[in-house]
């Protein structure tokens, strides 16, 4: 891969994180990231990465693969994180014109680092582990109820599966369209910005071209494989909770309120 | 018992391109009996491809009629049983496959029907084994080569257990590899399993190995005939710009030369017997 597309991209694997049920992984993903909003305090934020840590240990996928998923995010959690640091008021460390660094700033930049990157980390993880048509059947599963309000569940979990398999094919395509621009001549990442911006219109056109032809002959061929919407639709493998998913979420609720007892014991203050 | 595939008199252009006359399928006549391996053969824009989608009911006949096994495809209610009947594979591996796991792609066909869970899972296993490709059922397609990729498509196709597979150019994006594994497990499913196969090339030595080659030419039938029956019109197959297969074509240059072979020869083996035969001739006149 040329790019650095990491979300979706299944590692096949047998450690305990891949065996969970997919909609206990979209659960506790969901509350990982209610927990990341709420660890704030020095304490629930250790927590916070020692839990990650713990996440990690379960998936066997090894850490330096897990970050790289967040490489692509750097600049904009780094500016996030920039930005932080300037704003808000408290004790000044540095100060020039209108501009003061303060100690409160420097701790919420320094924090919001880490909560971005663990917030990407964590959610990443479900996708090294979980492969897109478990996702995509944890999530028609967990929507199910909904059908009753006339959602068709069915075909949006097939729209969100096809839309993940083709995102690295696109980026492929994306890297080979510039690839052959560049070879006829063309200039990318030079000039002002809208200069720039300009510069990828004879790469965009072209990768919408070929989407819709992908998409016409994938239409073709789902029409063949009998597909007729989620309607009488069964699946190969039925989800079904294991002790391991009833072990996790208790686990996971028990660090979840841990956390809640850390920010109400030790309330997060400057 | 009717034909597996009867077409009658079929006539075919766009609808949006009908105002301006003319036929891409110009009046064509095929049937195709249960079993059989059949090449369709054809210069670019002879409408090899828009036959193909007329086999499985993704088109529908402007004028005449398409039987599939005594189904008319014009009927939508038979679309299912037709589809089911008749598999299809296309020229790009990547644009058929729709899971980022190779079983769960297979399962794709069999879960659409309604299946039972434990009935998907014997014919995912079953399909696989039928093109060696079991040991990768947990691998992404993506990391695959293109030969392994359309194999696992083929794979998606005989888990609904087709009576038929068409296949339009499997082999034209794949390398020399890719394309000899795919041409022999297209054997491979005619011979043992008896599925009949209708192959859409323009690799003549692909169309050699079918027991019957179909030319087609401004949307008609111009040859239907044994391969080696059809190899022989060489002047017929230059004029469609067509190319001869090396083998006969060696034959062909090695009789101008006055050495006494046999003609209609289309594979290698073939080709050798004779060759033997006729130097063994030449030494007993020396």
Known sequence: ?270 | MSALIEINNLYFQYLHNQSQGGWILNGINLTIQQGEFVAILGPNGCGKSTLAKHFNALLVPSGGEVFINGLDTQDEQNHLDIRQTIGMIFQNPDNQIISTIVEEDVAFAPENLGLKPSEIRKRVDWALSAVDMLGYRRHTPFKLSGGQKQRVAIAGILAMHPQCIVLDEPTSMLDPKGRTDVMKTIEQLNRELGITIVLITHHMEEAARAKRVVVLDHGQVALDDEPANVFYQVDLLKRLKLDVPQITELCLRLRKKGIHIMDRITSVGQCAEALIAALEEQNGHH
């Open chain 1, 1 to 270: 891969m040329p790019r650095d597309i990491t979300v979706g991209q299944f590692l096949p694997g047998h450690s305990i994180m891949h065996r969970l049920d997919p909609r206990t992984k979209i659960v506790l993903t969901f509350f990982f990231i209610i927990q990341v909003f709420i660890s704030k305090s020095a304490i629930s934020l250790s927590f916070l990465i020692a839990l990650l840590g713990v996440f990690i240990a379960c998936s066997q996928v090894s850490p330096g693969k897990v970050f790289k998923g967040v490489r692509p995010m750097i600049p904009v959690i780094i500016f996030t994180a920039v930005l932080n640091i300037f704003y808000g008021s408290g004790d000044p460390v540095l100060s020039f014109s209108i501009f003061h660094i303060t100690k409160q700033g420097l701790f919420t930049g320094f924090t919001l680092m880490v909560r971005l990157t663990a917030l990407i980390a964590g959610c990443s993880l479900i996708t090294y582990t979980t492969s897109l048509n478990t996702l995509a059947a944890g999530l028609e599963q967990l929507l199910s109820p909904f059908k009753r309000f006339h959602l068709k569940v069915g075909e949006l979990s097939m729209t969100i599966a096809i839309t993940l398999r083709f995102l690295p094919t696109l980026a492929d395509e994306f890297d080979r369209i510039i690839d052959a621009q560049k070879a006829r001549g063309a200039e990318f990442g030079s000039g002002n910005f809208i200069k720039r911006i300009k510069s990828y219109f004879p790469v965009i056109l072209p990768l919408f071209m070929s989407a819709f032809r992908r998409a016409f002959e994938l239409t073709n061929a789902i029409e063949c494989r009998c597909y007729r919407g989620g309607e009488g639709r069964t699946k190969m493998s039925v989800l079904r909770l294991s002790k391991t998913d009833v072990g996790a979420i208790l686990l996971f609720l028990l660090a979840f309120s841990l956390t809640i007892i850390f920010n109400v014991l030790f309330p997060f203050q400057y």
